[in-house]
Structures are given as structure tokens and as C-alpha cells.
């Protein structure tokens, strides 16, 4: 597959978000996603789509 086919359907990652946290967290919670063979990023990612998806009202999502 082309990577021009792999892009369609997907947005851009154009920002990011910078967050503080306890070093022993962090380490804990970038091990455990190894562990579970998926990314920090791709969690936080998920977390945040859930996150806004349960908090904005359904006309809101249709949009």
C-alpha cells in the first residue's frame, strides 16, 4: 500500500501537547504500553478522543 492511500481517512498530527508529570509515573505507564505493544502517545491519543466524545453533546459530534 502507497503511503498517499495510507493518509486518506487520517488527520494530520499538526500539534502537540506538553504535560507534567511524576517521573516514576511515567516510566511506570510507558512500560506497561510496551508491555501491552501499543505507544504512550497512542494511549494518550485514545484517551483524549474518549474523553471529548463523552463530554460534547451528540449534535455536536455529528459536525
Given at each position: 500500500?502507497?503511503a498517499?492511500?495510507k493518509?486518506?481517512?487520517?488527520?494530520?498530527?499538526?500539534?502537540?501537547?506538553?504535560?507534567?508529570?511524576?517521573?516514576?509515573?511515567?516510566?511506570?505507564?510507558?512500560?506497561?504500553?510496551?508491555?501491552?505493544?501499543?505507544?504512550?502517545?497512542?494511549?494518550?491519543?485514545?484517551?483524549?478522543?474518549?474523553?471529548?466524545?463523552?463530554?460534547?453533546?451528540?449534535?455536536?459530534?455529528?459536525?
Amino acid at each position: 500500500m502507497s503511503a498517499e492511500k495510507k493518509k486518506i481517512g487520517k488527520k494530520k498530527k499538526d500539534s502537540q501537547l506538553i504535560i507534567r508529570i511524576n517521573t516514576e509515573e511515567r516510566d511506570r505507564f510507558v512500560s506497561l504500553c510496551d508491555e501491552l505493544d501499543t505507544s504512550a502517545a497512542r494511549e494518550i491519543r485514545r484517551f483524549i478522543k474518549t474523553f471529548v466524545a463523552g463530554h460534547t453533546p451528540e449534535k455536536q459530534q455529528e459536525n
